[in-house]
DNA sequence: GATCCTTTCAACCGTTGGGTTGAAAACAAG
DNA sequence: CTTGTTTTCAACCCAACGGTTGAAAGGATC
């Protein structure tokens, strides 16, 4: 599986969501973490499993701390997906608005000209992706 | 299911995701949408599905345009609920830093006034949540 | 060593998810 | 009305998921 599905995965159960909101605010022990939550440590166990090999959380294997700790650079890599598509998506809706924009003028003063291309299909394909 | 969770699950498959993809380069049909996939048109249908019921995706049920289009605000609840997170946790470490930094004064003038509290359990929940 | 807590492994159960097939609606056009 | 496409519904398969129980390692401490 791939990282952004492990990611996004992860952060689709509303325990694993609450145990990251959890962890923001500071570093935790398992017992800690599980404390909240009706279920076994075993369950807790999985799913920070299932956060560890999402990369969202690690946890110091070594003797002294045992404490479970918020990985913040994981959450870059679904920043940058989301906002690449957002941003283009928005960048689509200000180049129909200014189709539709330039339909307006062409209605008003109907054939000014007729120059440019009749590329009226509002809101298809671009070809520039 | 709440509607994180929706949003989460729907982007944590790949083919989902390309969707998404693609569509932020502009509206599709069905049947455009699904010609890159190897999958039977009534999982394509199964997918957006998912995407429309998370919110990420809009189809005009109309009779016209029978086109797929992207919902950009629907990024921005993923987007409110990591930048909390990741930002809590980044002042985190700020602050740490700051803890980390005036323990180190201590040590090396050691006794310079002794009059700020005494709190240096670095990294434990810090109560101003 | 023995004891206690933490962590992991394994098997199992019920539910959900991605995918298929097959058939039935909806809807446009002939 | 009939044809053809688009969309939906229903059942089924198999794999994965969240959770449990039970037992086995690991690691500190007495």
Redesign the interface.
């Known amino acids: 599986m ?1 990282s ?2 492990r990611i ?2 992860a ?4 325990t694993r ?1 609450d145990m ?2 959890r ?6 022990t398992v017992g800690q973490l599980a404390e909240p939550y009706r279920m076994t440590l075993q369950a807790v166990y999985k799913h920070l499993r299932v956060l560890e090999d999402a990369g969202l959380v690690s946890r110091p294997r070594g003797p002294q701390p045992r ?1 479970v700790r ?1 990985e ?1 650079h994981a ?1 870059d890599l ?2 940058t ?2 906002e ?3 941003d ?3 960048q ?2 200000r180049r129909l608005d200014a189709v539709i924009a330039e339909m307006r003028r062409d209605e008003h003063g109907q054939d000014h000209k007729n120059g440019h291309r009749g590329r009226h299909d509002a ?4 070809d520039d ?1």
């Not at 962890?23 to 935790?28: I, K, N, P, R, V």
């Open positions: 791939d952004l599905s996004f995965a952060l689709a159960d509303p969501r990251i909101a962890l923001s605010e500071g570093d935790a404490s918020l913040v959450f679904m920043d997906w989301i690449l598509h957002r283009r998506a928005e689509r809706y809101a298809g394909h671009p992706a």
